[in-house]
């Protein structure tokens, strides 16, 4: 062989082992998924297996899953003692199927919950004794048909005012914040090995902050088991203040437990005046103001979206040591929940694959930082 033509193979060799790592660059899982768990919320389309592309992301670039809506209260239990699991089983078999730890979203918040939960057959509220029996029977028949199966549940979902008082849901009103304590033991009881979350929104918030904290020294000095915080993360391009969201990461970091990005999506869209925090009971009317990108975003403000995206994610890689979860409230853009929140029917860009399920630049970014 001609010394010329063994050079240019050689040359073609080590050019291939450069490229190389790009074609085979892994998924999110294999760079975030080395300090912590990455996932994201499935819904009932995808659980039932009806959406192919989803699933593709899915074990591609994540390690866990969170029941989107199919474990929540009105869904499993929607009239007293009549449970319906079909959803939920479906959804625990999919994350089987596909390697992916199960969070179990949510047992006890106030939304979501059946009418019959809080209510007689006269429509008035029910005592202290009924509440809290309906209360440990729903969280144990639930915990206890999947046990062995679910790596976590949030508990107890957005209990806490932004200012740190106690929200004054039926749950408080009925049983006072006993309720919190009720639900984290029958959790417990009905499988020890299961860790337990207490879960909320705009966790950045002083009041909120030392609130929680509160919550968590009480719960474990009453010797009740309690693993983690989840800081839902539903932030905006101008919210929350990122020195504050940090001091809640140490801050629950200190109280002795794991601290978790529960809900993580970004918020792209203008708000209206009034609107704050994730309470779904917010709903705006839709304007054209609020809606300005229907056609899809102008490449300044996906770069502005991308930069956004990359100082949470650089904070997170900052607390790696202290953060265990990192979860994205959904898999597309076509699929947010924000497309309808707080403002039905806009065109929202608030994670990190777009309509057509590609991944947007920013998830190579976040890639190459754990990398």
């Known amino acids: 062989m001609r010394k010329e033509k063994v050079w240019r193979q050689v040359c073609l060799l080590a050019v291939g082992l450069c490229v190389l790592p790009a074609f085979a660059q892994g998924g999110l899982k294999d760079a975030v998924g080395k300090y912590c768990l990455i996932g994201t919320s499935i819904n009932q389309w995808q659980s039932d297996g009806q959406d192919a592309a989803a699933t593709a992301v899915v074990k591609k670039h994540f390690n866990c899953a969170t029941a989107e809506n ?25 994350c089987q199927q596909n390697g992916l730890k199960v969070i179990g979203h949510n047992l006890c918040w106030h939304s979501q919950a059946p009418d019959w939960m809080f209510s007689d057959s006269w429509g008035r509220p029910v005592s202290k004794e009924v509440l809290k029996s309906r209360l440990e029977k729903h969280i144990a028949t639930v915990v ?22 106690f929200r004054q849901s039926p749950l408080y009103k009925i049983l006072g914040e006993e309720f919190i304590e009720i ?6 009881e009905a499988d020890p090995a299961a860790e337990l979350y207490y879960n909320d929104y705009s966790m950045s918030k002083p009041g909120k902050r ?6 968590v020294k009480r719960l474990k000095d009453k010797g009740l088991r309690i693993d983690g915080v989840g800081m ?19 801050a629950f970091a200190a109280c002795g437990v794991k601290v978790m990005m529960t809900e993580l ?7 209206p005046e009034g609107f704050g925090g994730a309470d779904i009971s917010q709903n705006f009317e839709m304007q054209q103001k609020y809606n300005p990108y229907p056609d899809g975003l102008p490449a300044d403000v996906a770069k502005k979206v991308q930069d956004r995206y990359m100082q949470f994610f650089k904070l997170y890689y900052k607390h790696r040591d202290q953060i ?18 707080p403002v039905h029917g806009r065109t929202n860009y608030p994670l990190l694959f777009d309509r057509q399920y590609k991944a947007k630049p920013v998830v190579q970014d976040i890639i190459s930082l754990y990398k």
């Open 144 to 165: 206890g048909r999947y046990k062995g199966l679910i790596h976590g549940w949030d508990v107890v979902n957005e209990a806490i005012e932004d200012d740190g008082s």
């Open 265 to 271: 999506d970004l918020n792209a869209l203008p708000n």
């Open 183 to 188: 639900c984290f033991r029958a959790a417990h």
């Open 70 to 94: 199919c474990m929540k209260m009105e869904v499993l239990q929607p009239a007293e003692g009549l449970f319906d699991f079909r959803v939920a089983d479906k959804f625990v078999a999919y």
């Open 324 to 341: 265990s979860r990192i979860t994205l409230w959904g898999i597309s853009d076509v699929n947010s929940w924000l497309n309808d929140f």
């Open 232 to 250: 839902q993360s539903h932030n905006g391009m101008d919210y929350p203040d990122l020195t504050e969201y940090e001091k809640s990461i140490d």
């Open 210 to 215: 030392e609130a929680v904290c509160r919550l």
